[in-house]
C-alpha cells in the first residue's frame, strides 16, 4: 500500500455519464495504484466489473453523484477541478504542472464533458493525440503523470 503524507494533498478522479461499466472498472484499478483518495460517477452509476481485479470501490472512498450540479456542489474544499478535455484552450498534458489538491474529471468518449463542466474547470488538458483515447486509457495516464512529475504546492 502506498504511504501518503499531508504535504502530497489529495486528489480523486472520476467520469461523467461514463459509456460502458468495463471503462469504470479499469479507472478505477489505476486510482487505486497511483494512490487517489477517492473515486466518483456523475451520472450512470458503477456496477461491479471483472476488471476491478483489485476490488477498488472497497478499497477507496466512492462517491456517486446524479447530476454535475450536485457534484460541483460537494467538491472539496480548495481542490482544483481539472477536466481531461480535447479543448484548443487546454493545457498539454506534458507540460501540466498538477495540483497538490485536485480531482481529475473525464467524460465519455462518445460526448466528452458537458459544457457546464468545460465552463467551471479551472483547469483542462489534453493530449497529443490525432484522436481521442479511450476514457480509463486518458484517466490512467493522467495518473501515471501525476505520480511521476510530482505536484505543485499550490
Known sequence: MQEKSLEQGYFGIGIQNGKTPE???VLWRSAQNFGASFIFTIGNRYQKQACDTHKA??????FHYDTFQDFYNN??????LVGVELTHEAT???EFEHPRRCVYLLGAEDHGLSNEAIEKC???VKFKTPLSLNVSVAGSIVLYDRNTKGTVII
Open 122 to 124: 479551472h483547469r483542462i
Open 92 to 94: 498539454w498534458l506534458e
Open 23 to 25: 471503462n469504470l472498472g
Open 75 to 80: 467538491l472539496p474544499k480548495s481542490a482544483l
Open 57 to 62: 470501490v472497497g478499497a477507496i472512498p466512492y
